[in-house]
């Protein structure tokens, strides 16, 4: 069965009448075209059905950010594990969605999860990062992948691409960064053009910390009294880190392109564990190998028809060992490979309908051995397919409309001895509908909204990496409902005029969330370790709010703010009888939000010097079931404060940061028993020909 319709999707595909390419598209071709440098600061209302979040460029460099991690706090609806230091393991959790519904892009490939079924979002850096924006729902642009159609919601990393002025044969740049902690963090790279449709980036980074930073522990009875008050210093969090990256990129003719990009990740670190019953220091060690080669194809005839043609293939490797005396003594090797294949077709019937056609195929396969224990290894695998169809309607200005259905698949069975079941699913069909009306279309004010189911099936790490895994863990299935108003207001005639100007973008957003046999995650007092459990049903309401204001003063001055603020109840409906019925699911804030302003000013020759302050709020949470004095966890802020400055000598430019992070000092703790650093300092010093 699965045969056949294989190749009955196949021919599907290929059967596709032709289409033109649209606006959207075009942006990625046009790049090896430059004209005058122009950064855009701003996205058409009008051009999105779901307007992404968007964090790019010069404004990207600007935040008190290491890596892509850091960055993503600054979006509203965004709940951020952090583990604690350089080396701690961090992940996004979307609307209170869980890290597994949000889906994160590398260059328009999805990544895969390969250490506690997330995304490790602390090992991508932002040195080499254009561009990261996240949508609710999924990307309003129809031609894209099979699996894309399926997350909740999609985080998109873009790195950076070669630009090059006439006669210009390469740029390098080089950069340096130390800080607090030990923290040695150098990075360089290189663009090079081959042929004048043929560029090669290479760009590799190390990152070091000793990890030791000072924390105050201090617990509170219920009744108000002091149970312990002492201070410390975080021991077992070091890491060495090394990351390699290499791209090509061809453009030909005006229509086509393609790029392949190499990816390795190396890294050795400490798990430093919780802190709980006196405990200091942790006997745990983590060493990562992750590699990926991707390629992408697209090219457009006749001016109906595109095809597009993505393949990945990655080998993930992870070796855990403890042999801390107070914990079950382990050491595992994990070996873990993932091949994938898309390919999606539009067609463009009449200015005003698109359709769209894609087909996905993904292979994954498990490697698990205990070394301390002489058992053979454990093998799994698993089959995924995708199939997609999609439409697009554009009512002149007014109305955009935007319908999507997907099909599902999965077939996986352990291949070696084990009381693991068979676990093949049946095919799930999950559709998806979108909306924006335009009012006035003088104004630029739109009302968007939309429905959309997803599945998110257990990952290999939910079922296998635990000690005690759970192998009967069932789909989760969530239904998504979203309103969103946005407005956007703009009197610049030229950001670099001595005329007072401003551009103003805000929106409202009211969402409403239900997920039966949601998937939750608690450490068990092993960072690297998890037990893995469903939810009956959980019922999401939130409003986020958010506002990008930029007001251009006299002497060349701009001043910029970033406004976030989220409000959500995500609350367990399961069973009326259970103690914790109606109660906030774990590590969800009903109250968190961010403060960005940033003051630049740019002289006549381009040199810029600058001050940005941000601000990060996260309110109280519960870190168990119950909402109980004794799972309470305490709000927290952040400060932080960046200044730099940025000058061109001929074809050189130089930059210097110096950036304090929570200024304050507080003692704060994202996830419960992890406390995170203090008052820490980073320099940075770069140079780019």
Request: aromatic letters at 14%; a positive charge.
């Amino acid at each position: 069965m699965t045969k056949k319709l294989f190749f009955i999707l196949v021919s599907a595909l290929c059967a596709s009448s032709v289409f033109a390419l649209d606006e959207a598209e075009l942006d990625s071709l046009v790049t090896r075209f430059q004209i005058e440098e122009v950064e855009v600061t701003a996205r058409s209302l009008t051009k999105d059905v779901i307007v992404p979040q968007t964090l790019k460029g010069a404004e990207l460099q600007r935040l008190n950010a290491l890596s892509v991690a850091d960055a993503l706090r600054y979006f509203s609806g965004v709940q951020l594990k952090d583990y604690g230091g350089v080396g701690g393991i961090k992940t996004i959790n979307v609307r209170s969605m869980g890290s597994q519904h949000t889906a994160v892009y590398y260059n328009g490939v999805q990544l895969g999860n390969a250490q506690n079924g997330q995304v490790d979002l602390g090992r991508f850096s932002l040195d080499n990062m254009d561009e990261i924006q996240l949508y609710n729902g999924q990307k309003s642009d129809i031609f894209q992948s099979a699996r894309e159609f399926g997350a909740a919601g999609n985080v998109y990393l873009t790195t950076r691409k070669p630009y090059f002025k006439r006669n210009e044969r390469a740029h390098v740049r080089a950069q340096m960064r130390f800080g607090s902690f030990a923290l040695a963090n150098p990075n360089v790279g290189v663009d090079v053009k081959l042929t004048e449709a043929l560029s090669l980036t290479l760009d590799a980074e190390y990152v070091y910390s000793n990890g030791k930073y000072p924390f105050r522990y201090r617990r509170v009875l219920p009744n108000g009294e002091t149970a312990y008050d002492t201070t410390a210093v975080r021991q077992n969090g070091d890491v060495n880190a090394v990351r390699t990256e290499l791209g090509l990129h061809h453009y030909y003719r005006t229509t086509g392109f393609w790029r392949v990009h190499a990816y390795n990740y190396w890294s050795e670190r400490g798990v430093p564990g919780a802190i709980v019953n006196n405990v200091w220091r942790n006997g745990e060690r983590l060493w990562d190998r992750n590699s990926f080669v991707q390629a992408t194809w697209q090219d457009e005839w006749f001016n109906r028809w595109s095809t597009r043609l993505l393949a990945k293939y990655a080998n993930d490797y992870t070796h855990y060992r403890n042999y801390d005396e107070r914990l079950l003594p382990s050491d595992n090797e994990y070996l873990q490979q993932e091949a994938y294949v898309s390919l999606a077709n539009k067609v463009r019937l009449f200015n005003w309908w698109d359709l769209s056609l894609a087909y996905d195929y993904q292979y994954n396969a498990l490697n698990r051995e205990n070394l301390l224990i002489n058992e053979g290894k454990e093998f799994f695998d698993r089959h995924s397919y995708w199939l997609s169809a999609a439409t697009a309607f554009n009512v002149k200005e007014y109305l955009r409309l935007q319908a999507s259905v997907l099909m599902t698949a999965v077939t996986q069975r352990p291949t070696s001895a084990s009381e693991h079941s068979d676990k093949s699913q049946r095919p799930k069909v999950t559709p998806g509908l979108f909306a924006s009306f335009k009012p006035y279309p003088k104004i630029d004010l739109s009302l968007n909204a939309f429905y959309k189911q997803s599945y998110r099936y257990p990952t290999f790490n939910d079922l296998y990496y635990t000690d005690l895994g759970n192998a009967n863990l069932r789909p989760e299935l969530a239904r998504q409902h979203s309103v969103e108003l946005a407005y956007k207001i703009s009197n610049v005639q030229s950001p670099l005029s001595n005329d007072f100007g401003y551009e103003i973008a805000a929106s409202a957003s009211y969402y409403y969330n239900r997920v039966t046999d949601k998937i939750i995650a608690y450490p068990k007092g092993q960072q690297f370790r998890w037990t893995m459990l469903n939810l009956g049903t959980v019922k999401i309401n939130g409003v986020d709010a958010k506002a990008d204001m930029s007001f251009y003063l006299p002497l060349r001055f701009v001043l910029r703010t970033r406004l976030n603020y989220t409000y959500q109840t995500a609350v367990d409906v399961t069973n009326p009888n259970d103690t914790y019925y109606g109660h906030q699911i774990p590590y969800i804030p009903w109250h968190s939000g961010s403060v960005v302003v940033n003051l630049d000013w740019e002289s006549r020759r381009g040199d810029h010097y600058g001050l940005n302050y941000s601000f990060i709020y996260v309110g109280e949470r519960y870190c168990q079931q119950e909402n109980t004095v004794y799972n309470y966890v305490q709000p927290w802020y952040t400060h932080d404060l960046s200044l730099y400055g940025e000058w061109g000598i001929r074809r050189w430019w130089l930059k210097a940061y110096i950036e304090i992070n929570n200024l304050l000092g507080q003692d704060y703790e994202v996830i419960q028993n992890y406390p995170m650093p203090k008052q820490n300092i980073r320099c940075t010093l770069a140079f780019r020909y």
